[in-house]
Antibody
Framework: QVQLVESGGGVVQPGRSLRLSCAAS????????MHWVRQAPGKGLEWVAV????????YYADSVKGRVTISRDNSKNMLYLQMDSLRAEDAAIYYC????????????WGQGTLVTVSS | EIVMTQTPLSSPVTLGQPASISCRSS???????????LSWFQQRPGQPPRLLIY???NRFSGVPDRFSGSGAGTDFTLKISRVEAEDVGVYYC???????????FGQGTKLEI
């Protein structure tokens, strides 16, 4: 079955960087676009970024554009999110999610990894 | 940017009774390819979101048939025909029609018994 396991979250100071990872299994990873979606504590969902199946096309939410880079390694079935110049408002649970083929919709989601931004 | 507005934000429900959540978009969600990319997600307490419905009315794999989606243009509805205890949680609508300018979620509707 589809499994997505995020890692890399933790406590980081404002202005510092963090790289999140997502290990995928149970489906054809190289055949699927992938998303990152975040959820601040007690708040709603916010889409962050998406990457095409081959990694050549990437799109970002305006709130993170220029500070965040999504990437993937299809040889390792891994998805990444490099976050730089972190701000207090970036604190959230970060979920990776597989895209529903042809649906432009995150279908399967991981359990998430928590990022806390604090001095 | 398309704004998604859900009503109500909180909905007390009775087990065995129907429930309905509305989602309205600030612009038509009909994509140039003719498809409307409107989805519904359920998030149970302490869990990640779960896809229920995509493209307005298509139930995702494993989703009980008591869940149904409908609507067109800017107005959409998620219906639960008979609420069960496991349906407690927060429900979100999401549009992807404006992609690649972004995917937008509604604020969420809390369903509570």
């Amino acid at each position: 079955q589809v499994q997505l396991v995020e890692s890399g979250g933790g406590v980081v100071q404002p202005g510092r960087s963090l790289r999140l990872s997502c290990a995928a299994s149970g489906f054809s990873f190289s055949g699927c676009a992938m998303h990152w979606v975040r959820q601040a504590p007690g708040k709603g969902l916010e889409w962050v970024a998406v990457i095409s199946n081959d990694g050549n096309t990437k799109y970002y939410a305006d709130s993170v554009k220029g500070r965040v880079t999504i990437s993937r390694d299809n040889s390792k079935n891994m998805l990444y999110l490099q976050m730089d110049s972190l701000r207090a408002e970036d604190a959230a649970i970060y979920y990776c999610a597989k895209d529903l083929s042809g649906g432009w919709t995150p279908d399967y989601w991981g359990q998430g990894t928590l990022v806390t931004v604090s001095s | 940017e398309i704004v998604m507005t859900q009503t109500p934000l909180s909905s007390p429900v009775t087990l065995g009774q129907p429930a309905s959540i509305s989602c309205r978009s600030s612009q038509s969600l009909v994509h140039s390819d003719g498809t409307t990319y409107l989805s519904w997600f359920q998030q149970r307490p302490g869990q990640p979101p779960r896809l229920l419905i995509y493209k307005i009315s298509n139930r995702f794999s494993g989703v009980p048939d008591r869940f149904s989606g409908s609507g067109a243009g800017t107005d959409f509805t998620l219906k639960i025909s008979r609420v069960e205890a496991e349906d407690v949680g927060v429900y979100y609508c999401m549009q992807a029609t404006q992609f690649p300018r972004g995917f937008t979620f509604g604020q969420g509707t809390k369903l509570e018994i």
